[in-house]
């Protein structure tokens, strides 16, 4: 039996959400609440009466709309205007937006806060410039010297309730040229706390000559991990959940890091395991002089499709950018697929039609970072290979829903990832290895 953390929340007023509407007064009320984020492509068309997630841009501007006091935000990088990578498209409107509107906040006495990485996708960005001259504070972490990674992580907090995780960057191409999917907790303060110990960290750790504690000091461990997640109510339905990170070098004892939060969502799962992610790789990426074989969570998912019979489907990104060298590993878990042996490891890629945005590069991609199981849902920011689980920055929320009626398990943020999940892998995007054949928008087509 899990200990549990029950979950404080408070009264947010955002401006475009499925809102309850009190009859006798011109004011909205929202419960606390989760909510899937999406950002589909343009010119990417899904059939009638799928599930969509809330779009990417309108929630963002809803937190933006919405915050009194404080409003701390964590990139990659930043690029939300097409100057920044050289690019001339109408596309990046949204993106001119949210900065514009960043920017606005601090006349409105709402303090902000920034943190990116060190190193970082090299740009003409001046968004960061931009932020500071009207008021922003920003601080850059080098995570180069540091960890020898980067700092990957995504997420916003605001006023210390509401929270942002997900794939999507500070970038104009995340809300139109590439495919995104996080999840806003609306209401959560002891959620939006916790996750503010993460970013405090990154906040002093962004400090000249800063370096790492060892031990980190007592503020930044957490009394909710996997052994103790919070514990929400609401119509019924009981959430657990809880806050992953990474690397280990900045997790206190208590963080519950993010590989094992994923081996253990892996391990934990009866029926099936279904992963959407952008890259896939059983080795590390970066490393110097040479990557190194790393088959941790490889080895999870064999395990769980071998052993316990779980059925496994993983939807991989290919894009024109992909990295052909993932292809061997990928025929290597599908080949096990051996259904008379109740063996079900079945894996797709995923490839989001160029059309004519051919001039925008690294977009028109499936960045998604999410995992969804009979048991849980998952949602990251860290690809799976290696190096994202030793050296680099990421975070992960982990969620686990009852609903004791069964019209109310469609209504759970687990079940519609879920319905998400099955809207992907059954749309003309997604491709069986076996079929792929030649794609000029796939790399490992090629």
Request: hydrophobic share 40%; net charge neutral; aromatic share 8%.
């Amino acid at each position: 039996m899990l200990n549990t953390v029950v979950l404080s929340c408070m009264t947010f007023f955002p401006s475009q959400l499925a809102l309850q509407r009190i009859p006798s007064a011109d004011v909205f009320v929202l419960s606390p609440s989760m909510t899937l984020v999406e950002s589909i492509p343009q010119h990417m068309k899904f059939k009638a009466n799928v599930t969509l997630g809330l779009p990417l841009v309108e929630a963002w501007k809803d937190l933006i709309s919405g915050a009194t006091h404080q409003v701390d935000v964590v990139s990659f990088y930043w690029t939300l205007t097409g100057e920044d990578i050289n690019i001339n498209s109408s596309s990046d409107l949204p993106g001119r937006d949210i900065l514009k509107e960043l920017e606005d906040l601090p006349s409105r006495n709402v303090s902000v806060r920034v943190v990116t990485s060190v190193p970082t996708v090299r740009t003409n960005s001046t968004d960061l410039e931009s932020l500071k001259l009207k008021g922003v504070q920003v601080r850059k972490v080098n995570f180069g010297r540091l960890t020898k990674g980067v700092l990957h992580s995504k997420f916003w907090i605001v006023d210390r309730k509401h929270v942002f995780i997900g794939s999507a960057n500070m970038d104009w191409r995340a809300l139109t040229q590439v495919k995104e999917l996080g999840v806003v907790v609306y209401n959560c303060s002891s959620l939006a706390k916790d996750l503010h110990k993460i970013f405090q960290s990154y906040w002093e750790m962004g400090q000249s000559n800063s370096s790492l504690p060892q031990p980190w000091p007592a503020k930044f461990e957490t009394d909710i991990n996997k052994q103790h997640p919070l514990l929400v109510k609401e119509d019924n339905v009981s959430t657990n959940l809880y806050l992953s990170g990474s690397p280990p070098p900045f997790c206190p004892p208590s963080r519950t890091q993010d590989l094992e939060a994923i081996l253990s969502t892996i391990s934990e799962a009866q029926h099936f395991v279904d992963v959407a992610v952008m890259e896939y790789f059983p080795t590390t990426r970066f490393g110097r002089p040479q990557s190194r074989y790393w088959p941790v969570i490889d080895d999870a998912i064999r395990t769980a499709a071998f052993e316990r019979k779980v059925k496994i489907r993983m939807l991989i990104s290919c894009g024109r950018d992909s990295d052909p060298a993932m292809l061997p590993f990928l025929q290597s878990l599908a080949s096990m697929d051996f259904p008379q042996h109740h063996i079900s490891i079945q894996i797709k890629l995923y490839i989001v039609p160029v059309g004519n945005q051919s001039d925008i590069p690294y977009s028109r991609v499936n960045h998604n970072k999410y995992m969804v199981t009979d048991e849980v849902a998952y949602i990251g920011t860290s690809n799976w290979s290696g190096d994202y689980f030793m050296t680099t920055a990421g975070v992960g929320l982990v969620i686990s829903q009852h609903a004791p009626h069964p019209t109310q398990q469609n209504e759970t943020l687990h079940s519609q990832l879920r319905a998400v999940f099955d809207r992907d892998w059954h749309s003309e995007f997604a491709v069986h290895l076996a079929d792929l054949g030649h794609n000029p928008d796939c790399a490992l087509s090629r």
